[in-house]
C-alpha cells in the first residue's frame, strides 16, 4: 500500500511540475509545491517552478514566473468584481482596464515576501511568494492619490499648443502606467469624472482629432532622382467643440511610399508649416505617397491606443525615370562612339540616357573616349590605350566623377588599332562594374 500511496503522490506531483521525474527527492519536496497553503486568505500567492539544469538561470524563471502568479492572484479578485469593458457607473465614472491586466500588475508589485526556495536536481527550481492582501490595499490607496496629485499639478498650466498638451498627456499616462494596481483611479480630470487613463486616452484622441495635414499638389508627374517641393501645413480644425490651440506645435513628419518606406522625415515651423523637399531615388509610375504625424508617444502603449488618430494626408504621383544627357566627345571618329557610347551607358541599366542637344541648358554629362599610341614596335602592329573620363557639368561648372583605366589593343592600321582599344575599354568596364556604382551613387 505504500508503494502504491507514493505512486499516487509522484503523479499529482507530475500533473503540477510538467517535467519533474519520480525520483527519492520528490518526497522530501515542500507541500506547498503541490498544496495551496493555509495562508491564501490574508495573501496573494505565487508559487512557481523550472527545472532546465542550470540553477541560476532556473532561480530567475522560478521567480518571474511565480511573480505573474501571484499577479495572476490580484487579476482574478478585480477582474470578479468589475467590468473589463468601458462603462458608467452611479457615480458617473467612466473606467477602462488593459487588456493585459496581469503583466501591468506584475510590473508594479511592491513588498513582495520571499516565503520559501527549494531546490534539487531532479526537480528543478522552486519559489513561494506572497504579498499581503492589507498591505497591498494600502499600496492602491497610496499610488491612487499620488497619480491624482501628478495629475493635478501636470495639468495645472496654460499650454502653448496641441504638441505640448499632448506630451503631458503622454507623461501623465507614463505615471499612471508605473502607479498601475489593476484598479481604477479616479478623479475629475480637464473638465471630466471617470478613471484617470480613461480621461488621458479620451484627451490625447481629442488633440489628434482636432489636427490635419494640408500640402500643396506634388504633380501628376515627378522626376525619380530629382528634388521636389514639400510645402504645406499642420493645421487645427474645428471639430464643433471649438479649436483649443492657434498652432500645433513644431511636429515631426514622415512622408513615405505605398510601400511604407520612408522618404523624409522632418519637423514643423511650431505654427505647423513647412518648406522644403524630398527626392524619390526609389519608385517609379504611379505611387501613393502618405504624409503623416510622427507619434508624440514613441513606442510606449499610448501610441497603439490612440495611433488612429494621428493626422495624415494622401497623394499620388507618376514618377518618371531621370533621364541623365550626354554629350560624347572623343579625339577619334566621335561620330562612330558617340552612339556606341550612350549604347554602353544604357547597358549599365542604372539611369535612363539620351544624347545632349546644343539647345539644352541643364546639367549634363560629358563622356570623353580618349586615345593614346602607344611607341612603335619592330613587329608592324599599331598599339593604343583607350580610357574613358567622365565630367558632370552643373551650372556651367565642371567637376570630375570618374576616369577609367588605360585598356590596350593593336592592329594593322591606326583606326584598327583605335577600333579595338574601344571595344576593349567597353567590355572591361562593363566586367568590373565599377562604372556602374559611380552612376548609381550619381543617380
Not at 527519492?24 to 527545472?51: F, H, K, L, N, V
Not at 499616462?173 to 483611479?185: A, H, Q, V
Request: net charge negative.
Amino acid at each position: 500500500m505504500k508503494g502504491l500511496n507514493l505512486l499516487f503522490c509522484l503523479s499529482i506531483l507530475l500533473i503540477f511540475t510538467g517535467c519533474v521525474t519520480s525520483d527519492s527527492s520528490a518526497a522530501d519536496s515542500p507541500s506547498w509545491i503541490t498544496t495551496i497553503p493555509e495562508d491564501s486568505g490574508a495573501y496573494y500567492i505565487g508559487i512557481s517552478g523550472s527545472r532546465t539544469g542550470i540553477e541560476s538561470d532556473d532561480r530567475d524563471l522560478a521567480y518571474d514566473k511565480a511573480l505573474k502568479d501571484l499577479a495572476g492572484a490580484i487579476y482574478s479578485e478585480v477582474r470578479g468584481s468589475s467590468t473589463l469593458s468601458e462603462r458608467e457607473d452611479a457615480e458617473g465614472y467612466r473606467s477602462t482596464y488593459e487588456n493585459n491586466i496581469e503583466t501591468g500588475v506584475a510590473s508594479n508589485l511592491a513588498d513582495i515576501e520571499t516565503v520559501e526556495t527549494y531546490y534539487s536536481d531532479e526537480m528543478g527550481y522552486w519559489i513561494y511568494l506572497r504579498l499581503s492582501k492589507a498591505k497591498w490595499a494600502m499600496i492602491v490607496e497610496q499610488r491612487s492619490r499620488e497619480m491624482q496629485e501628478l495629475a493635478e499639478d501636470l495639468f495645472y498650466d496654460v499650454f502653448p499648443d496641441s504638441l505640448t498638451e499632448l506630451k503631458v498627456v503622454g507623461r501623465a499616462m507614463d505615471e499612471f502606467y508605473r502607479l498601475y494596481s489593476g484598479k481604477p483611479i479616479k478623479m475629475e480630470l480637464l473638465g471630466q469624472k471617470g478613471s484617470v487613463d480613461s480621461i488621458l486616452i479620451l484627451r490625447a484622441e481629442k488633440l489628434l482629432g482636432e489636427m490635419a495635414i494640408t500640402w500643396e499638389p506634388l504633380g501628376e508627374e515627378i522626376v525619380g532622382g530629382k528634388p521636389v517641393p514639400l510645402k504645406g501645413r499642420v493645421i487645427t480644425v474645428d471639430n464643433g467643440k471649438g479649436v483649443n490651440y492657434e498652432n500645433p506645435g513644431a511636429v515631426t513628419l514622415i512622408l513615405s511610399d505605398g510601400k511604407g518606406r520612408e522618404i523624409r522625415r522632418f519637423q514643423t515651423e511650431r505654427d505647423g508649416s513647412f518648406d522644403l523637399d524630398f527626392t524619390d531615388r526609389d519608385n517609379r509610375g504611379a505611387t501613393d505617397y502618405l504624409l503623416s504625424m510622427e507619434s508624440p508617444y514613441g513606442e510606449a502603449p499610448l501610441t497603439d491606443l490612440v495611433g488612429y488618430r494621428l493626422p495624415a494626408a494622401r497623394q499620388t504621383s507618376t514618377v518618371k525615370a531621370y533621364v541623365l544627357p550626354v554629350a560624347v566627345e572623343s579625339d577619334w571618329n566621335s561620330g562612330e562612339l558617340s552612339p556606341r557610347t550612350l549604347a554602353f551607358l544604357k547597358e549599365l541599366n542604372v539611369t535612363e540616357v539620351a544624347p545632349r542637344s546644343e539647345s539644352d541648358k541643364g546639367d549634363y554629362l560629358r563622356a570623353n573616349v580618349s586615345f593614346r599610341k602607344a611607341p612603335a614596335n619592330d613587329y608592324g602592329m599599331i598599339f593604343c590605350y583607350a580610357s574613358l573620363h567622365l565630367t558632370i557639368i552643373k551650372e556651367g561648372e565642371e567637376m570630375t566623377l570618374w576616369r577609367s583605366k588605360e585598356y590596350k589593343d593593336g592592329g594593322l592600321t591606326e583606326d584598327q588599332a583605335f577600333q579595338r582599344a574601344s571595344e576593349k575599354l567597353f567590355d572591361g568596364l562593363l566586367e568590373e562594374g565599377e562604372l556602374t556604382a559611380v552612376l548609381e551613387e550619381l543617380n
